[in-house]
């Protein structure tokens, strides 16, 4: 998002276009948390997630290569629609793989690392920003999305293994 914020000041120079940024996320939420439950419900989530991740690593790819700030704004709905699925299926299968007894541990593993993120996130984009172009900190952020599939892929099923128990 810091780089996304830098290119938008870059190709416009507007605070407002920045700003613009900023309501997508809300907006893509909005359009989904009527319907996406009952996706979800019906899907299998780790495949889901893994399709999400892909998705949006293949639409950060495109970022470097669009001029047009509407076509940024679209992709970025685009890229936010797809990531206010992973959110709430991530939930589920956390609570599906995790044992009733882990998962305290487990949200607050979870939330320390979300905080950390937070904190050291904005710093290693300072670092990247200076030392490589834009380009390249969308093309990391593609690559981190790519991995985290891969990671996902490694996963149990837990639906499958639902599916199981309840034959």
Known sequence: LIALNVYIIDLTGSAAAVAGLYIIR???????????????DRVNKRRLMIFIDIVRGLLVVCLPFLHSLWLIYFLLLL?????????PSSQVYI??????????????????AGNGAIMIGPAIAGVLM???????????????FI???FFIFLLPNVDEQNNHVRE
Do not use: D, H, Q
């Open 130 to 144: 200076t030392t490589v172009s834009l380009a390249v900190c969308f093309y990391i952020n593609a690559a981190t």
């Open 95 to 112: 609570t599906k793989l995790i044992p009733e007894s882990e998962r305290k541990r487990v949200n607050s593993l979870i939330g320390m």
């Open 26 to 40: 809300p907006l893509a939420m909005l359009m989904t948390n009527l319907w996406s439950g009952s996706v979800i």
């Open 79 to 87: 890229i936010n629609l797809a990531g206010s699925f992973f959110g």
């Open 147 to 149: 991995i985290c599939a």
